[in-house]
């Protein structure tokens, strides 16, 4: 069983820039898709971006799309959220996940989760 762990949360300005990692342990890195989900206040947690196992190909939200970069460096058994141009509706709790699905873009698909990163945007 996989354990996740997010940092790298914080207070950014709008427009502003913020890197996000997800360190996991436990388990095979390499062989799980991982995903990124953010639930902003009052609201139902939301798909952000994800990237699986098994190839180049990442999937994002319509909202990131654009301005978030998914990565994820096996050898190092982290994940990444690059975000770029951010947005005060972006501002949310941010949580990495582990899926053993090959593409994994809704949370049911996730069995494994972390605890969140907070993320604040300002004006």
């Known amino acids: 069983q996989v354990q996740l762990v997010e940092s790298g949360g914080g207070l950014v300005q709008t427009g502003g820039s913020l890197r996000i990692s997800c360190a996991a342990s436990?388990?095979?890195?390499?062989?799980?898709?991982m995903g990124w989900f953010r639930q902003a206040p009052g609201k139902e947690r939301e798909f952000v971006a994800a990237?699986?196992?098994?190839?180049?190909?990442?999937y994002y939200a319509n909202s990131v799309k654009g301005r978030f970069t998914i990565s994820r460096d096996n050898a190092k058994n982290t994940m990444y959220l690059q975000m770029n141009s951010l947005k005060l509706e972006d501002t949310a709790v941010y949580y990495c996940a582990a899926s053993n699905a090959l593409v994994a873009t809704t949370q049911t698909k996730y069995a494994y989760w972390g605890q969140g990163t907070h993320i604040t945007v300002s004006s």
């Open positions: 990237i699986p196992w098994h190839g180049p190909t990442t």
């Open positions: 436990g388990g095979t890195f390499s062989s799980y898709t």
